[in-house]
């Protein structure tokens, strides 16, 4: 059964710092695509960033390059979404999930197991 398990939101003010976590079980963790994504109320999910089996390659949006960075280790099984320079816009349930591409896609449509999501809020 594959679980990916969320941690690490929370309450930040604007200009702060916050690392998501996602712990990963049931799968062969080293031979996935991993994604972040995000949620806004009223607005579609999207990607926030996605990275490769061996953590080589990673894509992000563009709202959130050079404030966000994906990471990867093989050896825990898990995922990791350091966040900083917080905007209140990037308030949003984020998710991690996974895909059997072999490419890092960023389609939600790609990832086939997600998390429950963890609750990020920004506060001005």
């Given at each position: ?23 990963t ?15 806004a ?20 949006a ?29 308030t ?8 059997p591409s ?5 389609a939600?449509r ?15």
């Amino acid at each position: 059964q594959v679980q990916l398990v969320e941690s690490g939101g929370g309450l930040v003010q604007a200009g702060g710092s916050l690392r998501l976590s996602c712990a990963t079980s049931g799968l062969s963790f080293s031979r996935k695509v991993m994604g972040w994504f995000r949620q806004a109320p009223g607005k579609e999910r999207e990607v926030v960033a996605a990275i490769s089996w061996g953590g080589g390659s990673t894509r992000y949006a563009d709202s959130v390059k050079d404030r966000f960075t994906i990471s990867r280790d093989n050896a825990k099984n898990t995922v990791y979404l350091q966040m900083n320079s917080l905007k209140p816009e990037d308030t949003a349930v984020y998710y991690c999930a996974v895909s059997p591409s072999f490419g890092v896609v960023v389609a939600p449509r790609e990832y086939d197991y997600w998390g429950q999501g963890t609750q990020v809020t920004v506060s001005s």
